[in-house]
């Protein structure tokens, strides 16, 4: 399961995207698979993404709520590896490593700022069944692609991805939380261990990797498993300390409680909705409160934070934030929640555009 409409980036676990070897003019086909593939990323986050019905009661907390900081604006800067160049009309202009790429998007309401000519002269739009769970077909106006090209973010190399989903192997908006967390992994200057839940592709993985962490990396999707390990032997961390587990999210982490196993920062993304492999079905109004409280109870003594995105729900960020700030009842800390956002930047990279919201988050971080 995996975010839908702002960007992302799967139900319990999983995103699913169609990808063997990279080849020549990708045109994703139908997929056969369940639709495990929920909706901010279809494929990937989706397929993964297949909680099963609660196993046990909600806990019941004590004490004071944490502090709050609201609303916070957590906003992406343009780099080399991506930037956002335009956008409206109901489409994002977007530069990913060397390919410039066109994908609908639904909050651009405003008019487009560039000429057409810019919207024309790009590598690959994305054309079809423009849902967030639906199948949809790449066009290439300059001439067919590879499947896959080398991207870099936050200095870790992976692959970029022109899926039937419309998403392209990551979710750029992320890289604040990818940020913070390897600032706090650095800062800690002791052994951390990381818990990424509906990990996708690994991206995320592979930074809290490289800045020194030992890391749990669950998705439901066997091929975003695969993935992920694909991008650690680009990214050239073969030896780090990643664990690469294809399970249900919620069945995991229920596992992870009774075994008494705790995490230091949790990271968690899930879906609208997702199925699991065996029919599990996630919603995220239903199975979220619980998925949270379980992570609290992953929490370790000196835990670093706890974070949360949804992408593509009818609802406020207070909605999530509150339940964040109920969920750490007791904890003490700081609960800060908003929205994650994207700025034009411009042909050149050096504009200052309008900002494009792509996801709604909430983040707990001790006192």
């Known amino acids: 399961m995996r975010r839908g409409g702002p960007p992302g980036s799967g139900p319990a676990s999983g995103r699913v995207e169609k990808r063997e070897r990279p080849r020549q003019a990708p ?10 593939v929920a909706e901010r990323n279809a494929p990937l986050k989706q397929e993964r993404a297949a909680p099963a019905a609660p196993e046990r009661p909600l806990m019941t907390r004590t004490g004071d709520t944490p502090a709050e900081r609201i609303p916070v604006i957590l906003e992406n800067q343009s780099s080399a590896g991506f930037r956002l160049i335009d956008s409206g009309a109901g489409e994002k202009l977007e530069q990913y490593g060397d390919y410039r790429v066109v994908r609908p998007e639904a909050q651009a309401l405003w008019q487009r700022s560039l000429p057409a000519r810019h919207w024309e002269h790009v590598d690959a739009v994305f054309t079809g069944d423009t849902d967030e769970d639906g199948m949809g077909r790449w066009r290439f106006p300059k001439g067919a692609l590879g499947e896959t090209w080398p991207m870099q973010l936050l200095d870790v190399d992976f692959h970029g991805r022109f899926t039937s989903f419309r998403h392209v192997g990551v979710f750029p908006e992320q890289q604040v939380h990818w940020d913070w967390m390897r600032q706090e992994i650095e800062k800690a200057k002791r052994p951390v261990k990381v818990l990424n839940l509906f990990g ?8 809290a990797a490289a800045a020194g962490a030992e890391v ?13 390990r694909e991008n650690q032997a680009l990214a050239r961390l ?8 294809c399970d249900d999210a919620m069945k995991f982490i229920a596992r992870e409680e009774r075994r008494g ?25 239903d199975h979220l409160p619980l998925m949270l409280d379980i992570g609290r109870e992953l929490l370790s003594d000196k835990a670093l934070g706890f974070v949360l995105t949804a992408y593509s729900i009818r609802a406020s960020f ?3 934030h509150e ?24 042909l050149d990279g050096s504009e200052k ?9 909430s983040r707990w971080v001790p006192a």
């Open 238 to 245: 073969d030896k780090a300390p990643i664990r690469w587990i």
């Open 200 to 207: 996708y592709t690994g991206v995320a993985s592979l930074i």
């Open 261 to 285: 196993n705790r995490y230091d920062i949790i990271l968690t993304d899930p879906p609208k909705f997702g199925r699991g492999p065996n029919g599990e079905v996630w919603h995220l109004f």
């Open 27 to 36: 045109v994703p086909a139908k997929d056969a698979r369940p639709k495990a």
């Open 323 to 346: 339940l964040m700030r109920e969920t750490m009842r007791g904890a003490g800390g700081v609960v800060e929640s908003g929205e994650l956002i994207i700025r034009e930047s411009g």
């Open 216 to 228: 749990t990396h669950v998705d439901a999707s066997k091929k975003a498993i695969g993935w992920g």
């Open 318 to 320: 207070y909605s999530i």
């Open 353 to 361: 555009g309008r900002a494009l919201s792509t996801s709604l988050f």
